[in-house]
């Protein structure tokens, strides 16, 4: 048979007058040896009830408990067997109760004689797993019950007890109603009520328990400092492992998250990468608990703008450089202004995000590397009662913000030494080409002119004819060899930044008409497509460098007529691109371009066919001066194609002078307004 009723329970309804107390372990174990000591001590033959949760309480107590039992034949001992104890009557009566009744989760000692009664009754407080400290056999179990030297309330418990034990052990009836008899039969006089009238046979051991007890709650609470303390340093570390681990941000970031959330209990956590001048953030990185808090369903940020600009919190944490706290939110004058002056003011925005994630406690820690602002980390708690963060909270949270501050320049560092990586290889591309190149264009002309020279040299009986193609291949050859070194040296100073700009208010009309003469002695009229120009009326002044755009138009459309037939056309365009910027196309219907090629083509020696198998001529140096000449007077080149035998699109940017509305054209072609032309002689 299980009873499931608390012995405690029932003596506190019988005497509702009782008041309990909290007593830790060892208080309760300093109680039980001083009741079994004045035993020991006396020469009284007492009643004796004794009740261990578990059998291996009673083992350490057994020695004990054989020596008392020489001393009264009224020994009772009630545990919950685990191996050997059962139901004996040897030295003492002992009583195996069922590990599920209720005297399991009790400790319980009565006491009575002729001329002393005292009783000791608890029950264990139940405590959360994530708080104990140590094992269920640590001091720092806390009981809640009764300690009396009042003899009414020790006959009740003894009475109680008696009663339990029969339960289980009937055939113990007649002894059982011998101690009734014997030790239960007077109740103390009505005067001598509980407790005052009570006396106490020896007040040392209430001072003793007193001590133990304030003794105990300065253990227990050193015992929390040193388990928050090594969970503080469990927590950094498993973030410091992840950062030497892993190199990639977003896997620190979402792990610190997750461990600080749950570390903290918190409702919501949050980090995010963020610097001063940011307007808003996007959140990617949060912990949010799963379970409802006070009811309240508990809306994710993910994927949320987080605003900053409008965030009063976050300017002050920009100009202070130091966390911030709400307490709450509900009473906090910066979050509930109550003269906002519109829905899209800076505390109708902090006041609206609060409503919306239900945040009544915030914190905000920054993440800052040499006081540069990296990021955030945000506590939120949602509960109906505001929270109180403690100062070794805050530490653990400026700790964890300090090692994603790290984690942060360690995967910025990475990823600069990958980008050197990416530069260094393609220099050695780069190298790599230019011994191509080198070899190609300066090794074969070169040889070229040698044998010519060589055969106007040792050939004296030549031919007029001859001679002069002899002379004419070396001029072509060595022309090619110039422009190779020319182009070399033009991307040298450009890129090296020693080009002083000569930026002034140009004709963008003259500048065409310098080009298309260029091309005109270049290519012979019936090698080149034809070119047409579509220029708009009363164009305005343009500000660059006369002789690098026409450069620069000049490659253009070199490189168009390069790549497309004589039977082609390349167009010259122009048109507004907003902010003060003219829009330059350079189009043609030749070869065209791959779409995944369409960046690659401004890279130095680029070859589509490669620099040893093209069927035309170059040095794949011509696109990257331009980009170098539109970049220095702050423009922008790119190129557009459908693809394969689409044709090709080359644009660059200008900046105006001084636009006019008067003067801007349409941007439709060939309408009125624009003017026309073409190129053929």
Known sequence: MIVKTSVLA?????????????????????????????????SEQPLIIACFQRERFYRQEAHRYRRIAQRTHQLYVLAAPETEFKNSSDSHESIAFDPADALSKEWHLVVIGQQYANCLLCREKATPISNRLNSEMDTSRRFEGIWTFDR???????????????????????KLQQAKTDYLGELATEGSGFPADSPNPDPFVQRLVTYLQA???????????????????????????????????????????????????????????????????????????????????????????WPLQDNFLFQSIVEHQESLLVEDTQQDPRINHTRAKSANSPSSTLKNLVQTFSMRSWLMVPVLYQGQLLGMVELHHCGEIPYRWKDEELALVEAIATQVGVALIQAQAY???????????????????????????????????????????????????????????????????????????????????????????????????????????RWSEGERP????????????????????????????????????PQGKVTIDIQYSGNSMLKITVADTGRGIEPNRLEDVFDRFYQEEGAL???????????????????????????????????????????????TSESKPSKGKGKRGNKRSEVRG
């Not at 020790?154 to 007649?174: C, F, G, M, T």
């Not at 949050?270 to 809306?299: K, P, V, W």
């Open 10 to 42: 029932s003596l506190l309804k019988v005497m509702p007058q009782l008041r309990q107390q909290v007593y830790f372990k060892s208080s309760l174990t300093a109680l039980s040896h001083a009741m079994e000591d004045q035993v020991l001590a006396g």
């Open 152 to 174: 009414n309330v020790s006959i009740k418990a003894a009475e109680l007890l008696l009663n339990r034990i029969e339960v289980y052990r009937p055939e113990l009836a007649d």
């Open 215 to 305: 003794g105990q709650y300065k253990l227990l609470k050193a015992y929390r400092s040193i388990s928050l303390q090594e969970h503080r340093e469990r927590l950094v570390n498993s973030i410091t492992t992840t950062i030497r681990r892993s190199l990639d941000p977003h896997e620190v970031m979402e792990i610190a998250v997750q461990e600080l959330g749950r570390a903290m209990g918190s409702c919501r956590c949050l980090i995010y990468r963020c610097n001063a001048t940011d307007s808003a953030a996007i959140i990617t990185h949060e912990y949010l608990e799963t379970r409802d808090r006070d009811g309240i369903n508990l809306c994710s940020t993910v994927g949320q703008q």
């Open 415 to 521: 990823a600069n030494l990958q980008d050197l990586n990416q530069q260094l290889e393609a220099l050695d591309r780069t190298r790599s080409n230019l011994v191509a190149i080198t070899g190609h264009e300066l090794r074969t002309p070169l040889s070229t002119v040698q044998v010519c020279l060589e055969s106007l040299a040792t050939e004296p009986d030549m031919s007029p004819e001859l001679r002069q193609v002899m002379l004419n291949t070396a001029l072509s050859d060595t022309e090619r060899m110039r422009k190779l070194v020319q182009d070399f040296l033009t991307l040298s100073r450009l890129e090296s930044g020693r080009v002083e700009w000569n930026l002034e208010a140009l004709s963008l009309q003259e500048c065409i008409d310098l080009s298309l003469s260029q091309i005109r002695s």
């Open 530 to 565: 034809q070119i047409i120009t579509q220029v708009p009326d009363n164009l305005p002044l343009v500000r660059a460098d006369g002789e690098w755009l026409v450069e620069t138009l000049a490659k253009l459309l070199d490189n168009a007529c390069k790549f497309t037939s």
């Open 613 to 659: 198998r093209r069927t035309t001529g170059g040095t794949g140096l011509g696109l990257a001066i331009c980009r170098q000449i539109v970049k220095g007077w702050g423009g922008r080149i790119w190129a557009d194609s459908a693809g394969k035998d689409q044709g090709s699109q080359f644009h660059f940017t200008v900046p105006i002078i001084a636009p």
